[in-house]
């Protein structure tokens, strides 16, 4: 824990990572922060973070020259076959597919002008977008 320690007693300094992975994760974001209900609290909402603040965060987490990698489960208008299998059948109700335009929307509104590489597993359902913190220069 004293690692941890800034140089204020009581501030915090959080480390920072050669690589993130958070694969899995997007597509139970909804894109933007929201408000979600707490049963049982006098308080009854309070804001979740969405993809745009998390990728913001992950991306600030990241030493120079570390990497983000992020997943999202491929949207296809043309063919909702893995879709429905992966909501119907394997029972994953609440993910939400996007397309490969939504993610580098999203990825530009968390860090405008970053650069992302796609990709894509050989099935074309599961694209993997890597974001790649420059390294500072001397």
């Known amino acids: 824990i004293n690692g941890l320690r800034g140089e204020r007693e009581n501030a915090r300094v959080f480390p920072q990572f050669d690589l993130i992975d958070a694969i899995g994760l997007a597509e139970y974001l ?3 922060d929201s408000g979600y209900y707490r049963y049982g609290r006098e308080e009854l909402s309070r804001e979740t973070a969405g993809l745009v603040t998390f990728v913001r965060n992950c991306y600030n987490a990241l030493k120079p020259g570390g990497s983000l990698l ?3 489960m491929l949207y ?3 063919d909702t076959t893995n879709i429905e299998t992966a909501i119907l059948t394997i029972g994953w109700p609440h ?3 996007r397309t490969m335009e939504e993610m580098g929307w999203a990825f530009q509104r968390a860090v405008p002008n970053v650069q992302v590489t796609a990709h894509m597993t050989q099935d074309c359902v599961y694209p993997i977008y890597e974001i790649q913190k420059p390294t500072m220069s001397i």
């Open 30 to 32: 909804k894109i933007e």
């Open 70 to 72: 992020v997943g999202n």
């Open 76 to 78: 296809d208008s043309r």
């Open 95 to 97: 993910i939400q597919p």
